[in-house]
């Protein structure tokens, strides 16, 4: 079985179900001839989809209310709270998207990047809701390569006390290696993506990918 489909097969990675529309907008964001205005857009609307399929595996406790009609309704309310922590610096495009279905959400910000010593992720900063132990956590980092800077950040967070199957890491696009890494390494960890890659180039640069997605988001190309 390829990497891919055993990515694809992994109880604790689930794609957003595969629409034409979501097939259309993913088109467009991978597409190198489209303009930054277009990247930005469609790539929030791909967000949006990937926030709102995070929430649904948040549990919630059943909750009556009377409606309108004065008739009881047994219906669920969200049983926890949630923060989002973006991964520094393309994390931080998943943030309105974040804001734009929870209001007042708290966000922390970690910033990883290469020792050129060790060649290993190191941390540079990290600034966290006060809270955060007592939170889910949304991990925002668009693509997911090989996983080392969001390996070093969920090791951060768990350090700040954050329970490791309260995090959901939430990417735009992955590459099998990172999402079999990151689950074996963080069993209760779930991920949830728009689309499973093929493989990464030397560089480890996602294929097919999309590019760098900071650099295409934040017009720095
Ligand atoms: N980060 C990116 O922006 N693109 C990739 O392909 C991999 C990591």
Request: charged letters at 25%.
């Amino acid at each position: 079985m390829s990497l891919s489909s055993q990515a694809a097969e992994h109880p604790r990675l689930h794609q957003l179900s595969q629409t034409n529309q979501l097939k259309a907008l993913m088109t467009i964001i991978r597409d190198k001839n489209t303009k930054r205005g277009d990247f930005v857009f469609y790539s929030d609307r791909v967000i949006r989809l990937l926030v709102e399929e995070g929430l649904n595996y948040l549990p919630v406790n059943d909750k009556e209310v009377i409606t309108p009609m004065g008739v009881p309704f047994q219906g669920v309310s969200f049983q926890g709270r949630i923060c989002g922590v973006s991964i520094m610096r393309a994390g931080e495009s998943m943030e309105q998207g974040l804001r734009d279905v929870c209001t007042s959400v708290r966000i922390g910000k970690v910033l990883i990047q290469r020792d050129e010593r060790t060649a290993q992720p190191k941390l540079y900063y990290s600034k966290l809701p006060k809270d955060i132990s007592d939170r889910w956590v949304l991990l925002l980092d668009p693509m997911l390569a090989t996983g080392g800077s969001a390996m070093k950040c969920i090791e951060v967070l768990i350090e700040a006390g954050v329970k490791e199957d309260r995090i959901l890491f939430i990417n735009l696009i992955c590459a099998p290696e990172g999402v079999l890494k990151m689950l074996e390494k963080f069993p209760s960890l779930h991920i949830i993506t728009a689309e499973i890659d093929e493989s990464m180039d030397a560089q480890k640069f996602i294929l097919p990918g999309l590019g760098d997605f900071g650099d295409r988001y934040f017009g720095t190309e």
